[in-house]
């Protein structure tokens, strides 16, 4: 069995690529590198350099090898970006999206997994917490991105060109638990990079957005999923789609929610260190509370989550952070 992993050098993508050549696919990564990094591609997978939209690439790569199903990690996905620079996003993530499922279709590859993300729901007014069928009303150009790209998914598959499984991740994050493969993302947004960074000396502080959201502390809670055990859900949806799956949307979550200050607090204490924590007003585009119930990927996809602790989670990518210069 052969996967096409788009976006396979970044951070979910790399960790998932290792997955499937452990699990005895071939694997062949495209990648633009514009946040990726070749030396994040385990060497046993082909690479090629290139955009999701490019149609002679994507022909040549076809035509060399036959796949069986393509994981579409490509994307930019900085929130506050995607509102200060919509057309990029509409374009990076959208068209380029259509222009790839174009090309899978006319060359015969019909299992799509895609990427999405809880930024489809946008806010979770009631505080309960989010399943598949939550109304998906997003707030920012990146999680409309999103969403638009699952409605061409079930669009095509309705018209008989694809299946497909989408994957809503909540908050990814962490590293391999045995230090092979990390977050390499240069300028993160994302808060546990950024903390670990802090524990690990790299930088002098944390900027907390927001105190005064209607949540318990006052600061936005979030759902943290290990990057491991996103990786795992990949697999599992990838042998469901190829043993005849019906096209399916789930959620990538542990159903438990942690405020900015929580995961501070569980970090400085992972990692020994009294990192300083700043102060600031809310960014465009955050969400008071983004909490999954992932019920739905346990029972239909038998995924079993290993590393649901925030600890631990924590604790892998400050290991991470404190190994790198
Ligand atoms: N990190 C999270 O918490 C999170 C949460 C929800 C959803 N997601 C989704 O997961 C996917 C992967 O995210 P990540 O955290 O690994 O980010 P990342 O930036 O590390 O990975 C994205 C990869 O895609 C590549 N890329 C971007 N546009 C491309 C294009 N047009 N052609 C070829 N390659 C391109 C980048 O070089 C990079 O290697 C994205 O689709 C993102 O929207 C991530």
Redesign the pocket.
């Known amino acids: 069995m052969k996967v096409l992993v788009?976006?396979g050098?970044?951070?979910?993508?790399s960790h998932t690529v290792s997955g499937l050549l452990k699990s005895g696919y071939e694997v062949v990564v495209?990648?633009?590198?514009?946040?990726?990094f070749r030396e994040a591609v385990d060497p046993k997978a082909y690479f090629y350099q290139?955009?999701?939209?490019d149609k002679t690439l994507l022909k040549e790569i076809f035509k060399s090898h036959k796949m069986d199903a393509v994981i579409h990690?490509?994307?930019?996905?900085i929130v506050e970006e995607s509102v200060a620079k919509p057309q990029e996003y509409y374009f990076?993530n959208l068209v380029?999206s259509l222009l790839l499922f174009k090309e899978c279709v006319a060359n015969g590859v019909n299992n799509i997994i895609f990427?999405?993300?809880?930024?489809v729901y946008g806010e979770s007014l009631d505080g309960n917490l989010l399943n598949e069928s939550s109304a998906c009303k997003p707030i920012n150009p990146y999680g409309k991105t999103?969403l638009f790209v699952e409605r061409m998914l079930q669009d095509l598959e309705q018209a008989g060109l694809l299946r497909y499984v989408i994957l809503r991740?909540?908050?990814?994050?962490g590293a391999e638990v045995n230090g092979g493969n990390g977050q390499r993302?240069k300028g993160a947004t994302?808060l546990i990079k950024i903390a670990s960074e802090a524990a690990a000396g790299k930088r002098k502080e944390v900027m907390v957005f927001g105190t005064n959201y209607p949540t318990p502390d006052g600061t936005c809670v979030r759902d943290y999923i290990h990057v491991q055990d996103l990786a795992s859900a990949h697999l599992k949806a990838l042998k469901y789609l190829i043993d005849g799956g019906k096209s399916d949307t789930f959620n990538c979550g542990y159903s438990k929610g942690y405020s900015v200050l929580e995961v501070l607090d569980h970090m400085k204490k992972v990692s020994h260190s009294d990192f300083e924590v700043k102060y600031s007003a809310r960014r465009k585009g955050d969400a008071p509370s983004v909490v999954s119930d992932a019920q739905k990927i346990k029972s239909v996809l038998g995924w079993k989550p290993e590393y649901d602790k925030i600890d631990l989670i924590c604790e892998t990518a400050y290991e991470w952070e404190k190994s790198r210069p």
């Open positions: 788009t976006g050098a970044g951070y979910i993508g495209l990648d633009n590198l514009s946040s990726g290139g955009n999701v939209n990690f490509a994307a930019k996905l990076n380029s990427s999405s993300t809880a930024a999103k991740y909540f908050n990814v994050a993302t994302h």
